[in-house]
């Protein structure tokens, strides 16, 4: 089994126009686990914490990865595309070599809750066209592998399921998954994949340890995750995928190998050029 080598608190930050949001990867305190850059939990019934959303700004070199629990997000970008994430909503947005896209929360009036992970690209892939995986809600599989427990599969296999998001270099596991009071998770992951449960409800035990949420759990190496459910049961995240071992190199949304892709970057951004039409 797998054991917890860190626990990290999630860190309140302000991003986009004055969305307030809790990270825990990407932060002062855990800047990556390789592949992953950067993971944002937003949630809040107050529209103040997220209508400013995060008006058109550059990406490149990276994957980001919106899966929505409650709200409603409208997106654009550069290239045309345009639609809303609802509850329940996966998008998986391959930068590539560039893209210009704007993410803007609307107000329902309840909650607004959801997450979003960024995916390291490897050097080869930074400079391929962006594309998009939109996967909604009812093509997401709810699986019920144990009693009292239901997990949601994005990407990845649980026995001979798989989910929707596919052809992603970094092979992920994109689960969420509910335990009930009193019950227990069990998966075996790919040895050599690094991995972390994200716990956004309730406390158990996980991989031996005790904790409750909010808390990011870093997991070393083996093979086998548990989870046992505390009295208030538990849900959470559990992400994996292939690390890269690459140099990182990141301005903000940029994310390449070398100081000087970064500058380049910001030349083309400055000259106009960074959108080739």
Known sequence: ???????????WVIEGA??????SIGSSSFDHLDPFLLLDHFGST??????????????RGIETVTYMLAGLVRH?????NKGEITSGDVQWMTAGRAILHEEMPEDL???????????NLPAKLKMNPPRYQEIKAGKIPWLNPEKGVAVRLIAGKYAN???????????PLYMDVAVDSGNSFTYQLTENHNAFLYVFRGEGEFCGVRTQATKLLVLGKG????VKAGLLGTRFLLVAGKPLEEPIVRYGPIVMNTVEEIKQTLREIRDGTFIQR
């Open 18 to 23: 004055g969305v307030r949001l809790r990270r």
């Open 76 to 80: 654009k970008d550069n290239l045309g």
């Open 161 to 171: 399921t798989t989910g929707p998001v596919t052809e992603i270099a970094v092979e």
């Open 46 to 59: 107050e529209p103040a914490d997220y209508l400013r959303g995060f008006p058109m700004h550059p990406h």
């Open 109 to 119: 009036g309840g909650q607004m809750e959801g997450f979003q992970l960024w995916v």
């Open 1 to 11: 089994m797998r054991e917890v080598v860190e626990i990290i608190e999630p860190q």
């Open 223 to 226: 093979d086998s995750v548990s």
